[in-house]
């Protein structure tokens, strides 16, 4: 019995680093109104080949190029607290391996937001984690994958998002 | 449809069946097929010089297909049935209709009752003025001694059209010779 | 002698010329190694070719058209990702800005 204890502590951290992003679906149960975006590699590259040729779809493919999925989840709901936060545990607990840094936590009695990313040699990271709660909406980002801060970057002001690298470099908030 | 793995076809009593895949030896096949290649082309194209360009086109055919060859048997079905349907594209394809017809095969002047060289090139114009698929059965049957089911295999056509086929050419070369007093 | 018997005699195989087997052989020279039809590439590329001829006006026009449809679903929901993205960084970015550590 104290083996297999033990051998499902050991299990744990590895179990701990994936986790089935069918299980978030959870989270929109009484949703009102539902946004959830589902690439993976295949789609990503599909999603490359029609992106133009100007600047900005240029920043655009250069962020994919090296991604395996993105996930977006956006639930909004008619009233607070409709949804529930425990729905959450299974991403949380991907976000507790060592290779994750949270970057960002804000709390306030309005919304909390985490900002999740995973460190790579040579200033590259490998995923990018966001939850964002309010009462009534809550919202969920996972982006796996290599990308630079510097392609994430160059997305700013135009289809992307803005430049992440001011908040790696903020001080970071602990871990619970 | 599949290969025969036993055939009587392989009547050299040498090599027939082989270890599949293993030993088969491209230039004995051509020797031991390239008369009945030949042959089956020669009647059809009535060009002897077509008929060893089409015989040689449907070799190397075969050469390309030997990794899946497995016996000397099934190279022997295989380029049967190869120059069958070749000889008859061809056919088609240049649209050589039967140049004569059985009507104007001329009669032979020798009319001897023994088989002799002038009555057997006279059958020969006649086969090669059957149309081609009842061409193509007597043929098999009696060139190549095949049954009517192996017939209908080869042709990917029913026993009972082989057979048709087979008793009107018969018939209609039973009634020419009649005909024209040459045949017993 | 029978009819058929007859025909058999008429109808008696008949060899090539003398060389008829050289010649494919030294045919088989020039073709090389035998590969399986299935792996020639110019097979694969005739193939491809009459495949395209043949389906082009239905299947391959439909099949053009779905997959293009699934690319443009597939930049909508990219672009559409990367904006929540982007606006949900920013959220962030602002109450880090108002509330700093």
């Given at each position: 019995m104290?083996?297999l204890v033990?051998?499902?502590?050991?299990?744990?951290?590895?179990?701990?680093?994936?986790?089935?992003?069918?299980?978030?679906d959870?989270?929109?149960a009484?949703?009102?109104?539902a946004t959830?975006v589902?690439?993976?590699k295949?789609?990503l590259?599909?999603?490359?080949n029609?992106?133009?040729?100007d600047?900005d779809?240029k920043?655009?493919?250069?962020l994919?190029r090296n991604?395996?999925?993105?996930?977006v989840r956006?639930?909004?709901f008619?009233k607070?607290?409709?949804?529930n936060e425990?729905?959450l545990?299974?991403?949380?607990a991907?976000?507790?391996?060592?290779?994750w840094?949270?970057i960002?936590?804000?709390?306030s009695?309005r919304d909390n937001?985490?900002?999740?990313v995973?460190p790579l040699p040579n200033d590259?990271l490998g995923?990018?984690?966001?939850?964002?709660i309010?009462?009534?909406?809550?919202t969920?980002?996972y982006i796996?994958?290599?990308?630079?801060?510097q392609?994430?970057?160059?997305?700013?002001?135009?289809?992307?998002i803005?430049?992440?690298?001011?908040?790696?470099?903020m001080?970071r908030t602990?871990?619970? | 449809?599949?290969w025969p793995?036993?055939?009587?076809s392989?009547?050299?009593?040498r090599?027939?069946?082989v270890i599949?895949?293993?030993?088969?030896d491209f230039g004995?096949?051509?020797e031991?097929?390239?008369?009945?290649?030949?042959?089956?082309?020669l009647?059809f194209?009535?060009?002897?010089?077509r008929?060893?360009d089409?015989?040689?086109d449907?070799?190397?055919?075969?050469?390309?297909?030997?990794?899946?060859?497995e016996?000397?048997?099934h190279?022997?079905w295989?380029?049967?049935?190869a120059i069958c349907h070749?000889?008859i594209?061809?056919?088609?394809?240049?649209?050589?209709?039967?140049?004569i017809?059985?009507?104007?095969?001329?009669?032979?002047?020798?009319?001897?009752?023994?088989p002799?060289?002038?009555l057997?090139d006279h059958?020969?114009?006649?086969?090669?003025a059957?149309?081609?698929k009842?061409r193509?059965?007597v043929?098999?049957?009696y060139?190549?001694?095949?049954e009517p089911a192996?017939?209908s295999?080869?042709?990917s056509?029913?026993?009972s059209?082989?057979k048709s086929h087979?008793?009107r050419?018969?018939a209609?070369?039973?009634?020419?010779?009649?005909?024209q007093e040459?045949?017993p | 002698m029978?009819l058929?018997?007859?025909?058999?005699e008429a109808?008696?195989?008949e060899?090539?010329?003398?060389?008829f087997?050289?010649k494919?052989?030294?045919?088989?020279?020039?073709?090389?190694t035998?590969?399986p039809?299935w792996?020639r590439?110019?097979?694969?590329?005739l193939?491809?070719?009459l495949a395209v001829?043949?389906?082009?006006?239905p299947?391959?026009?439909e099949?053009?058209?779905r997959?293009?449809?699934?690319g443009l679903?597939?930049?909508?929901q990219l672009?559409?990702?990367?904006s929540?993205?982007?606006t949900?960084?920013?959220q962030?970015k602002q109450?880090?800005?108002?509330?700093?550590l």
């Open positions: 104290k083996k033990l051998l499902a502590l050991l299990a744990m951290p590895v179990a701990a680093q994936s986790f089935d992003v069918k299980l978030l959870r989270l929109g009484n949703a009102s109104n959830t589902t690439l993976n295949t789609m590259r599909l999603a490359s029609f992106l133009g040729d600047d779809s920043s655009v493919r250069a994919v991604l395996n999925a993105i996930y956006v639930y909004a008619n607070p607290g409709q949804f425990a729905d545990a299974p991403m949380r991907m976000l507790t391996a060592p290779k840094d949270r960002v936590e804000t709390k009695s937001s985490e900002v999740y995973q590259l995923g990018v984690a966001i939850i964002s309010e009462p009534m909406e809550v969920v980002i796996d994958g290599t990308m630079s801060p392609d994430i970057g160059k997305l700013s002001g135009t289809m992307g803005p430049d992440i690298k001011p908040m790696i470099g001080p602990p871990k619970k | 449809m599949a793995k036993k055939t009587g392989c009547n050299r009593g090599g027939c069946f599949a895949g293993v030993g088969l004995r096949i051509v031991d097929n390239q008369s009945m290649v030949y042959s089956i082309a009647r194209l009535r060009d002897r010089e008929a060893e089409l015989a040689q449907v070799f190397l055919k075969l050469y390309g297909e030997m990794g899946r060859i016996t000397l048997a190279a022997t295989w380029l049967r049935r070749r000889s594209d061809e056919i088609r394809r240049r649209k050589l209709r039967p140049r017809s059985l009507d104007s095969v001329p009669e032979p002047k020798d009319r001897a009752r023994t002799d060289p002038l057997r059958l020969r114009r006649m086969v090669e059957l149309p081609e009842a193509m059965v043929v098999l049957r060139q190549e001694e095949l192996e017939i295999e080869m042709l056509m029913p026993v059209t082989v087979l008793h050419s018969l209609l070369l039973r009634g020419r010779l009649a005909k040459v045949c | 029978s058929e018997d007859n025909l058999r109808l008696r195989r060899m090539p010329s003398a060389g087997a050289a494919v052989l030294a045919r088989t020279t020039l073709a090389k035998p590969t039809v792996r590439p110019v097979v694969w590329a193939a491809a070719g001829a043949a389906l082009v006006p299947a391959v026009v099949y053009r058209r997959e293009e449809a699934r679903e597939a930049r909508r672009l559409v990702a990367l929540i993205t982007r949900k960084l920013l962030v109450r880090v800005q108002r509330n700093p």
